[in-house]
């Protein structure tokens, strides 16, 4: 009998479907459906890079008479020296305030009068930049983003103005919430000796002594194309590459290299603090963990980790709140760097409850994930539940736009289907081994506690029968 690779792999294939249940390759063949819109999304990208090293990623949508710009830059408050905390997040204020050939509120003003929509937002590690406008005004916005992006004019009058817009940020989100400030200032010690050690937002003192000159030269060492990801998704006119190498291709890239960041990985191990705020209503309690950033290889598991434990709709934190619960709200927003990571959570307590059978029960549920990990049946559920997050994320063109522009380096020719292919990689021996490795040796514990006499009589009603703490708890509610 003649032997051929061909007969070899329908051999294989007999044999490895012998020992697969049908179940499973169902499920399989499901997750390979659900992914395919990201790889259909992705042979659309035209994927270009000028000379002077800015990266650009076109999708063009049929049919459609708007278009959305996003623009990404490798710069976020991990960028900012001693005496210059806030800058990346205060000089995103600036850009809005004028450029070289838009002074004043000329931005603001254009966007408007096109109905188009706007806005930035800045991280740790980005600060990224987004419109939506029509597809007629795409040249018109695009000579308008690479005015403020190249020659911004800063005055003193727009720096003072936008000084007091951020201090009253800071002051409405963080000093003006019961626990957030003092909650925030010990999480940042926590990742003391990394760039991660203070909030974007920065502090009081370096955005009120920030000036012209020390912004401009925030904006001349990182603002510069060879960290910039351009993405442009919908309706785009044929002219669309000629505008952006017109209005892009002479600037100049610098001839020192963009500044590069190494991976932080904290031990993780028992730690422990309180605080106090008499502005406080109720105790909560908030555990951390230091996990690894989007780049590591244990980004994927970690992922599909957190969603089991905390964030599905479906995780065991979830589950546990169905009849009976010990907490009345939880809340995670897991924190991840490209080079460091954060999960979190936010536990408040029924009446019943303390803190300390919080943190008990959220041992035991990791202790389970080391011991037992999770079955096969259930990884495929979260690397669906992951697949139905990320086609949301992309739902609309100005959030495609986003999400290409927030490309990891690994993934800049595969901006939507590289993360899933990590995703779909790993194993139920991966979650298991990055929960005994990221979880289960201590944590960081935080209690937020509320004036003496709130606590005092949180701990009374602990101490009461179950059903008469119920009731009085349904009757405050």
Not at 59 to 77: C, E, H, K
Not at 216 to 233: C, E, G, K, T, W
Request: aromatic share 10%; charged share 15%.
């Amino acid at each position: 009998m003649e032997f051929s690779l061909k007969n070899y792999l329908l051999a294989y294939t007999f044999c490895l479907y012998a020992f697969i249940s049908p179940n499973t390759l169902a499920e399989e063949l499901s997750l390979k459906q659900l992914a395919a819109p990201l790889y259909q999304l992705e042979q659309k990208i035209d994927y270009q890079t000028l000379d002077n090293g800015l990266q650009i990623r076109l999708l063009p949508m049929d049919n459609t008479l708007s278009v959305s710009i996003a623009s990404q830059f490798s710069v976020g408050s991990r960028d900012e020296n001693s005496g210059q905390t806030g800058y990346a997040h205060l000089f995103e204020h600036m850009l809005f305030k004028g450029s070289k050939n838009a002074p004043g509120d000329s931005y603001a003003q254009t966007m408007s009068s096109l109905s188009g929509q706007f806005n930035a937002s800045t991280f740790f590690d980005f600060t990224n930049y987004y419109l939506t406008i029509p597809s007629e005004a795409l040249e018109l916005a695009l000579w308008l983003e690479a005015d403020r992006f190249i020659r911004p004019a800063l005055t003193q009058e727009t720096v003072t103005n936008q000084q007091a817009t951020v201090l009253e940020e800071m002051a409405t989100s963080i000093d003006n919430q019961p626990y957030v400030r003092k909650a925030m200032e010990f999480l940042l010690e926590q990742a003391q000796g990394s760039p991660y050690q203070h909030a974007v937002i920065g502090s009081k003192q370096d955005i009120v002594q920030s000036t012209t000159a020390s912004l401009n030269q925030f904006h001349q060492n990182h603002y510069r194309p060879d960290a910039m990801q351009l993405s442009i998704v919908g309706g785009l006119p044929a002219q669309t590459t000629d505008w952006i190498h017109s209005l892009f291709g002479d600037w100049t890239q610098p001839s020192t290299a963009v500044k590069t960041h190494q991976e932080y990985i904290f031990d993780n191990k028992p730690v422990r603090g309180e605080v106090i705020d008499s502005r406080g209503p109720w105790p909560a309690i908030l555990l951390a963990w230091h996990t690894v950033g989007q780049a590591h290889r244990d980004a994927a598991a970690i992922t599909l980790l957190e969603g089991y434990l905390f964030q599905n709709r479906n995780s065991i934190i979830k589950q546990s709140g169905l009849k009976d619960p010990d907490q009345l709200l939880t809340y995670s927003i897991p924190l991840s760097m490209e080079h460091m990571g954060v999960t979190n959570l936010v536990m408040v307590p029924r009446a019943k409850s303390s803190l300390d059978q919080l943190a008990e029960n959220i041992e035991q549920m990791i202790n389970e994930v080391t011991s037992q990990g999770v079955s096969q049946s259930e990884l495929i559920q979260l690397k669906a539940q992951w697949i139905n997050l990320k086609l949301r994320q992309v739902d609309s063109p100005s959030s495609l736009a986003r999400a290409l522009s927030a490309t990891l380096p690994q993934d800049s020719l595969a901006p939507l289907t590289g993360p899933w292919e990590r995703i779909n990689a790993v194993s139920a021996a991966d979650i298991q081994r990055v929960a005994n490795r990221y979880f289960s040796h201590g944590y960081v514990r935080l209690d937020l506690l509320p004036p003496w006499y709130i606590r005092w009589g949180k701990a009374l009603l602990e101490w009461l029968p179950g059903g008469l703490t119920d009731s009085l708890e349904d009757s405050a509610l």
